[in-house]
Each structure stands twice: as C-alpha cells, then as structure tokens.
C-alpha cells in the first residue's frame, strides 16, 4: 500500500520544502521507489524545483484544455489532478502560486481526507510513495491533511522557534482522535554545518525533550519509544550551499533538473550531497516500517 509521508513545521522556513525534495528524488533516483510529491503550498517551492518554467506554461495550457486542477482544488475535491511525470519515478501533483490569494479561506472538509486517502489507494497505487510538502501555518489545510498520513516528519533548524512549533505541532497531533493521529517517526535536524557537533547534540537533546514534554500533556510516551531510540532522526539534514539552489531552471529541454542531476551524481559536488542524504533517506524507510509494526497500516 502507499505510504503518505507529510514534511510538517509550523514554523516557516526551517527546511520543509528542501528535506521533502530531497526524500523524494532520493527515493525514486537512488533507490527506485514510485514517488509522488503532492505540492500543497501556495507559495509552490516545490513545483518550482521540480518543473521548470517552460514546462510549467505548457502545464498551464494542458490543465485549461483538459480541465484538470493544480494541487489545492484537488485537496478539497473539485477535480481531477494535473500529474506530471518530472522522470522515470518521480510525479508531481503542481501547485501554482494564484492560490496564495485564497490560501486564506482554504479549509479541507472532515471527509474530504479520507476520500483523498481512498484515492490515492486506488487510482494512484501504483506510488509506494506519497510525499506531502505542506506551508507553514496554514491550520486548515495541515490540520486535515496530515491525517491521511503514514508517517509525519518534522524538521527543525537552529533556533528555539523551530521547537516551540516543533512543541505545539506534536500537541495538535496527539490531540487527535486515536484513528485519526498520523505517526509521528521524528524530527530531522536540519542546515546544521557537518562541523557543528557540539550544537548537534545540544539540539538533539532538546527537541527529544520537546517530543517527551508535548507527550507528557497528554500523559503518553512517544509511541516508538520502545522500538527506536530516539525521536529525532540519527541522521542530519546538514547544510550544503548548493542544497540553497535548487529550483529546476533547464532551458534545454534535454537536461534535467538541477536536484535530479545532483542526486544522479552528475555534479562535481554530488557525492558530499548524497554522503548525508542517503542515510537520512535509508532512515525515513527503516522508521516508517518500524512504526508500521507498532501502528498498523492506513486510516482505518
Ligand atoms: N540543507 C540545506 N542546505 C542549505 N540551505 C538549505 C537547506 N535546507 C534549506 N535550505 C534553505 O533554507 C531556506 C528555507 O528552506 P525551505 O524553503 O526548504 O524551508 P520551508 O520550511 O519549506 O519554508 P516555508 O515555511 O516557507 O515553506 C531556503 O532558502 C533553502 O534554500
Ligand atoms: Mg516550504
């Protein structure tokens, strides 16, 4: 069955968009998993890594004659999705940046999420992968959304911001009906520099205390406990400059774009990049197949 992995924060700018692009041609370029990213950001970042500008006028053209929709008029069930092949095993459903406009008064219906969930069950099986990029602070869409998930992720960056809504993040979620709570597999550190390793940890085992005191609200135990160590991820989502200039820009047609080349090993940094990368992406599948043993599967 699909896995739905939902890249979530609260807080903006802490490496949503970036870590989800990276799981994502990660999964389907190196390791040659079905991907499906769903874009459901207004402000588009993720549309604009993986489809260049050429090809997202032609998408525009192509959604008008067939009458298909970008990302967020799908989300709330009025149309069929524009699904563009970015390569071989990596799809994006767009999102398109007129919808910053109605972001505000976007609110996805109770039922709407498990119709979205049987959808993609059904018609979209064919990805093992879903991966969820989601805007900061948009309550009725994140809210909703993340409970289709498999497994929620969270990254957080250097600044206590990130783990007061890294805090008010695990809240919401552990508030949730139980059948309605997407497993939580833990937080990535994110644009560490790989020399930080004194910050590293001193991070580390702040936001494992965060995760422990959102739970304790509720008077729960993180529910992984047992089976992994550590609610945040072994594994560093360090910085990397190049990591801060990925959107696609091809003019010629017959290249790729500038992720899909980097994770294919055709640039002369690409080994530093994937050094990190693939074993943080090694550790996204180990976690989600441990809390597969611990929750089951699927929205019930
Ligand atoms: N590993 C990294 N190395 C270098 N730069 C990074 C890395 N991760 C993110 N950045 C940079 O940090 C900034 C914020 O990243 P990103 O857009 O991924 O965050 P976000 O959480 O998705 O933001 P938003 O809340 O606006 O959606 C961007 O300029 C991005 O290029
Ligand atoms: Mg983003």
Do not use: C
Request: proline letters at 7%; zero cysteines.
């Amino acid at each position: 069955m699909t896995k739905i992995i939902a890249i979530a924060n609260y807080k903006g700018g802490v490496g949503k968009t970036t870590l989800a692009s990276v799981i994502a041609a990660t999964l389907s370029e190196r390791f040659g998993r079905k991907v499906l990213i769903i874009d459901a950001d207004p402000q588009s970042n993720i549309t604009e890594v993986f489809i260049p500008p050429t090809s997202f006028e032609k998408i525009l053209g192509y959604a008008r004659a067939q009458q298909r929709v970008f990302s967020l008029e799908w989300i709330v069930g009025s149309g069929e999705p524009i699904i563009y092949k970015a390569t071989e095993n990596l799809a994006v459903v767009p999102s398109k940046p007129e919808y910053i406009g109605l972001a505000k008064y976007l609110v996805v219906p109770a039922e709407r999420v498990y119709s979205l969930r049987k959808e993609i069950d059904g018609k979209l099986s064919e990805f093992e992968y879903v991966i969820l990029d989601l805007p900061p602070q948009m309550y009725g869409l994140i809210g909703p959304l993340i409970k289709m998930a498999d497994a929620l992720v969270t990254p957080v960056t250097k600044t206590s911001f990130a783990l007061t809504a890294l805090y008010f993040l695990i809240r919401d979620v552990r508030g949730l009906p139980p059948n309605e709570k997407p497993p939580f597999i833990g937080a990535v550190l994110t644009r560490f520099r790989t020399v930080e390793k004194a910050n590293i940890e001193i991070y580390r085992r702040r936001a494992r205390r965060v995760v422990e005191e959102a739970y304790m609200t509720y008077g729960m135990k993180w529910e992984l406990e047992e089976s992994l160590k550590s609610p945040v991820f072994e594994s560093v989502f360090y910085a990397h400059p190049k990591l801060a200039d990925i959107r696609a820009l091809p003019f010629d047609p017959s290249e790729n774009v500038r992720l899909i080349r980097v994770l294919r090993g055709k640039t002369r940094y690409s080994s530093q990049i994937l050094n990190f990368v693939e074993p943080l992406t090694i550790e996204v599948e180990k976690r989600i197949e441990i809390s597969e043993k611990v929750h089951g599967s699927g929205l019930p």
